[in-house]
């Protein structure tokens, strides 16, 4: 059953991110871009949430507008589990919940670049 949900996910995504590619490929040349993927901010921040075990398996993707509002993507990995978590963005604060350092740490790296 998870394998079914995680292979319509996987086709899904792919449609989507097909249909958006061919939207902004046939769009008319007199509109302009203000919603275009070039405005977004992306980072990826590799690091080791636990001390003693492993290396930078973990990571935090960061996904901000030019008004630094979007979502960061944060996925703990040690040898047993991996755990992802998704968190709202305003601001380059938290939207209404906590923000790990590192967490805090990769959205200042993707506001400065």
Do not use: C
């Amino acid at each position: 059953m998870f394998l079914y949900l995680l292979t319509f996910l996987n086709l899904f995504w792919l449609a989507f991110i097909t249909y958006s590619l061919y939207r902004n490929k046939n769009k008319p040349k007199n509109q302009d871009n203000n919603n275009s993927l070039n405005k977004f901010k992306i980072n990826i921040l590799r690091f080791n949430p636990f001390e003693d075990v492993g290396g930078d398996q973990s990571f935090i993707l960061t996904l901000l507008d030019e008004n630094n509002n979007g979502a960061i993507l944060t996925s703990l990995h040690n040898r047993d589990i991996t755990r992802v978590y998704a968190k709202p963005i305003k601001n380059g604060e938290g939207n209404n919940i906590t923000l790990s350092k590192e967490e805090k740490l990769a959205i200042v790296k993707t506001i400065k670049g």
